[in-house]
């Protein structure tokens, strides 16, 4: 499988645009990808645990749920 870069400049200003690519990321952990994950300026608030947990999309799942789901799956983070 193939490995796979998502970049993210979004934070809690967008919560939507913030989860994004951390949904992007899950999905290709789910297929079978190796994940990394580069959070720049904005984006790297979602590292904060009570920030992620607050961020909610519309019509998304929680942003901390989906980063714990990466996180599990061996997503690996550049910050």
């Not at 200003?13 to 992007?24: E, I, M, V, W, Y």
């Not at 994950?37 to 645990?49: F, K, N, Q």
């Amino acid at each position: 499988m193939a490995t796979i870069l998502v970049s993210s400049t979004h934070g809690s200003d967008d919560p939507t645009r913030a989860t994004l690519p951390l949904l992007t990321a899950r999905a290709a952990l789910n297929q079978g990808h190796q994940v990394e994950v580069a959070l720049m300026g904005e984006a790297v608030v979602l590292m904060r645990t009570e920030t992620v947990k607050a961020i909610n999309p519309v019509g998304w799942p929680n942003a901390g749920e989906v980063l714990e789901e990466v996180i599990a799956a061996g997503g690996k983070f550049y910050i």
